[in-house]
Nanobody
Framework: QVQLVESGGGLVQAGDSLRLSCVAS????????MAWFRQAPGKEREFVAE????????SYANSVKGRFAISRDNAKNTVYLQMNSLKPEDTAVYYC?????????WGQGTQVTVSS
């Protein structure tokens, strides 16, 4: 089973940008649709963005549409989440996931904190 490791989180101010990365352990990565989710303290984990195996199709939660961009590099077994115009309400642990239908394979998460 593929393993996923996220990185790129941190503490930023409102309006700043961050790019998260998620590296997969093997080349089966290119066969998976990949997604980013997030979980804020005291809240349920929620969908953020998804990209299909080829990178040609993406979808976003309404709350991040126009600010976040998901992309992937199958040669590097990596999926990215570019986050612009960050808001305090974007503060959460961000998880990448591989869609192994009907299941999801999760990474360990990376903390993003946006101060006002």
């Amino acid at each position: 089973q593929v393993q996923l490791v996220e990185s790129g989180g941190g503490l930023v101010q409102a309006g700043d940008s961050l790019r998260l990365s998620c590296v997969a352990s093997d080349r089966t990565f290119s066969t998976y649709a990949m997604a980013w989710f997030r979980q804020a303290p005291g809240k349920e984990r929620e969908f953020v963005a998804e990209i299909n195996w080829s990178g040609r199709t993406t979808s976003y939660a309404n709350s991040v549409k126009g600010r976040f961009a998901i992309s992937r590099d199958n040669a590097k077994n990596t999926v990215y989440l570019q986050m612009n115009s960050l808001k305090p309400e974007d503060t959460a642990v961000y998880y990448c996931a591989a869609r192994d239908s009907p299941s999801l394979i999760w990474g360990q998460g990376t903390q993003v904190t946006v101060s006002s």
